[in-house]
């Protein structure tokens, strides 16, 4: 696809759900252009709307009505395995609970991903240290998730995100369970590799202080956008 091509594009995309016989209106139609290398904060208060944007965009759910675009493809046209396929190659993701295998090294753990590219074991070895080094934890490697700290687990999902070379990364509330210097340490590697990688980054917080380091920052209330501060110009 295209260099030129949007990170993400969404045209008039509503989302509704069914839950005790009642329709929930998540999304109202929503309009949103990220491009390449752009690094963006999602903010709004709880039930507002922004998790579910978040889920849309990175093909976790699909849309009620509307267009999404991931770095160019139309995804409405793509089966499940087409789908699977897009988000291992072009999306990067980084949760709150981190969602690191337990007993599983660091190393091996970043190198799941490349797992289920079919990249062989001595490359994906490479590929997962490398990407280890890139956020600080080339001395951690054979560390399990229980020996490292909350914000060490946290930069092992990152590194685990990028190891694929992305196009873009989804961080939803990244440093929820991190406390305020960690935060702002692992914040500032989002930042970093942001830059040095050119990598659009998404970041859905209801945190003002992480939604800060944002270049743009989208508000989210009631299904809809409220506020777009816009791309720099």
Not at 214 to 219: I, L
């Amino acid at each position: 696809m295209s260099a030129a091509a949007p990170a993400f594009e969404a045209i008039g995309v509503t989302r509704t759900y069914r839950m005790d016989g009642v329709s929930v209106h998540a999304l109202r139609g929503v309009d949103l252009r990220i491009d390449p290398g752009e690094l963006v904060a999602i903010i709004g208060p709880s039930g507002s709307g922004k998790s579910t944007l978040m889920n849309v965009l990175g093909c976790l759910d699909r849309p009620t009505e509307g267009t999404v675009r991931v770095d160019g493809h139309d995804v409405s046209r793509l089966s499940d395995t087409e789908l699977a396929r897009l988000r291992n190659r072009t999306i990067g993701f980084v949760f709150q609970s981190f969602q690191l295998l337990q007993r599983t090294t660091a190393v091996d753990n970043v190198a799941l991903p490349l797992v289920y590219r079919g990249v062989r074991r001595p490359e994906r070895k490479r590929m997962a240290r490398e990407a280890l080094e890139a956020v600080g934890l080339g001395h951690r490697l054979q560390h399990r998730p229980s020996q490292l700290s909350g914000g060490e687990q946290q930069r092992v999902a990152i590194a685990r995100a990028l190891v694929g070379g992305p196009r873009v990364l989804l961080a939803d509330e990244p440093t929820g369970n991190l406390d305020t210097g960690t935060s702002e340490d692992v914040m500032g590697i989002i930042e970093r590799l942001n830059v040095e990688l050119g990598v659009a980054v998404v970041l859905v917080t209801h945190e003002a202080s992480v939604a800060a380091h944002a270049r743009r920052q989208v508000a989210v209330r009631d299904g809809l956008i409220e506020h777009d501060s816009g791309p720099p110009s």
